[in-house]
């Protein structure tokens, strides 16, 4: 039913992996979840992994979870109100800016406490997350997973169960409003620099050079959302 996750990725793909198996309509309102164990392996992920995206997913309304002779997960049949994560009309400038504000309240604060905090194992971590990314701007891997995964493990840097899960949040909001947007779209080039100079800023230690990398990051990102939406509008 679904494909497997490469071993490189963890929490934040099996949250992305299954959000957009329920966009596109793979999994339906009212479908039950194969038990763990075989859904772990259809992901090739560990269960300790699967367990905690799940969590993340009950707790943004995308599954619930019933014990019992017939318990089991199933995906949330009531209206999930997420931002327009699975679907909608072209987003406003002014939600944009609400996503802008979110992300850098959540994003340019993780940067800054991953210098703090991020240790030689997670920074080369997020090394390899880097590099994802930037093979999907060659025409890779797929660019928009790989930079969803990149930004939630810098909050995952952090140490902190509820930046990361925020973070997933952004970005399970991210993808709807890209959704939203008539995609594809080609890689936004300055990202590629911008994504290792945020990382660069990390491994340097100093809190300040991240958050200003994150935000400087972010800055692009709002503004070219903001070129797509205002070319829709016309």
């Keep these: 039913m ?16 299954l959000a957009q198996a329920i966009s596109s309509g793979i999994l339906k309102p009212g479908d039950q979840l194969p ?58 400038i002014a939600e944009v800016q609400d996503m802008t504000d979110f992300r850098m309240a959540i994003e340019n604060e993780s940067a800054a ?33 790989s930079d969803n995964a990149f930004h939630v493990s810098i909050s995952a840097a952090t140490g902190s169960a509820k930046l ?4 997933a949040q952004i970005q399970l909001e991210l993808h709807g ?5 008539a995609r594809p779209f080609e890689p936004i080039l300055p990202h590629k620099t911008e994504h290792t100079e945020i990382l660069l800023a990390i491994e340097s230690g100093d ?16 503004d070219f959302l903001i070129s797509i939406v205002e070319k829709l509008g016309k």
């Design 35 to 92: 038990v763990e164990a075989e859904l772990a392996a259809q992901l090739n992920v560990a269960q300790m992994t699967l367990r905690q995206g799940l969590n993340i997913l009950r707790e943004l309304g995308c599954i619930e979870t019933t014990r019992g002779r017939n318990g089991g997960s199933f995906i949330t049949t009531r209206p999930i109100d997420l931002g327009g994560v699975f679907q909608g009309n072209t987003p406003t």
């Design 207 to 222: 809190p300040d050079r991240a958050w200003a990398a994150s935000n400087a990051h972010l800055v692009t990102t709002h």
């Design 177 to 181: 409003l890209y959704n939203r947007l």
């Design 164 to 167: 990361t899960k925020a973070a």
């Design 2 to 17: 679904l494909s497997p996750i490469e071993p490189t990725t963890a929490v934040d793909q099996v949250i992305h992996r």
């Design 113 to 145: 406490v991953a210098a703090l905090r991020a240790d030689r194992v997670t920074i080369e971590a997020l090394r390899v997350k880097l590099n994802d990314c930037i093979a999907g701007c060659d025409g890779g891997v797929d660019h928009w997973l």
